[in-house]
């Protein structure tokens, strides 16, 4: 029969969801992301847990377990020293679930689609043909000739065997 987890293996608590924000900021790191996408993107990590018990203690275990990866406080951990942390981890099951709810999540945010330059999906500000579609200032100009080859046709096949085949 299996048991319930006791509810302090569950709670989660200021301390878990800094760690997350910090896991989070080390894991997908972008200078040009204020803490907002970060922050919001734990929020939400925490709320989708509280659905199930399962995934509720993993991530509450999980979290746990940075700190004493970290020999203290995970949050207090510098970046390179955190990015140690989370390579130390990275098979974890409870770290494959943070990368999988957390990417869709993170990059979702429309902060962050404006930090990154995305305009967003085309289609409900019709389509790129009309927007822009040539607007990239990153590829070179390309080069437009007109073709000055002979200007008679030379066959490469015989077209009635061709035909035949």
Same mark, same amino acid.
Not at 35 to 62: F, M, N
Not at 104 to 124: K, R
Not at 153 to 158: K, Q, W
């Given at each position: 029969?299996?048991?319930?987890?006791?509810?302090?293996?569950?709670?989660?608590?200021?301390?878990?969801?800094?760690? +997350?924000?910090?896991? !989070? %900021? =080390?894991?997908?790191?972008? @200078?040009?992301?204020?803490? #907002?996408?970060?922050?919001? $993107? /734990?929020?939400?990590?925490?709320?989708?847990?509280?659905?199930?018990?399962?995934?509720?203690?993993? +991530?509450?275990?999980? !979290? %746990? =377990?940075?700190?004493?990866? @970290?020999?203290?406080?995970? #949050?207090?951990?510098?970046? $390179? /020293?955190?990015?140690?942390?989370?390579?130390?981890?990275?098979?974890?099951?409870?770290?494959?679930?943070?990368?999988?709810?957390?990417?869709?999540?993170?990059?979702?945010?429309?902060?962050?689609?404006?930090?990154?330059?995305?305009?967003?999906?085309?289609?409900?500000?019709?389509?790129?043909?009309?927007?822009?579609?040539?607007?990239?200032?990153?590829?070179?100009?390309?080069?437009?000739?007109?073709?000055?080859?002979?200007?008679?046709?030379?066959?490469?096949?015989?077209?009635?065997?061709?035909?035949?085949?």
């Amino acid at each position: 029969m299996a048991t319930q987890p006791n509810i302090d293996e569950t709670s989660l608590d200021a301390q878990d969801r800094a760690n +997350l924000v910090k896991l !989070l %900021r =080390t894991a997908y790191p972008h @200078a040009q992301f204020p803490d #907002g996408p970060y922050e919001r $993107t /734990a929020d939400k990590i925490l709320e989708q847990v509280h659905e199930s018990v399962w995934h509720c203690t993993l +991530l509450s275990s999980g !979290l %746990r =377990t940075l700190d004493a990866a @970290a020999g203290g406080s995970f #949050g207090d951990l510098d970046d $390179t /020293a955190a990015a140690g942390v989370l390579t130390r981890i990275a098979d974890a099951e409870f770290f494959v679930f943070i990368r999988g709810v957390a990417v869709p999540i993170l990059y979702d945010d429309h902060e962050v689609w404006a930090a990154l330059g995305y305009e967003g999906e085309s289609f409900s500000q019709g389509g790129y043909l009309n927007r822009g579609f040539d607007d990239l200032d990153w590829l070179p100009d390309p080069r437009i000739e007109e073709y000055d080859a002979p200007g008679e046709f030379t066959e490469v096949a015989d077209q009635d065997r061709l035909k035949e085949s």
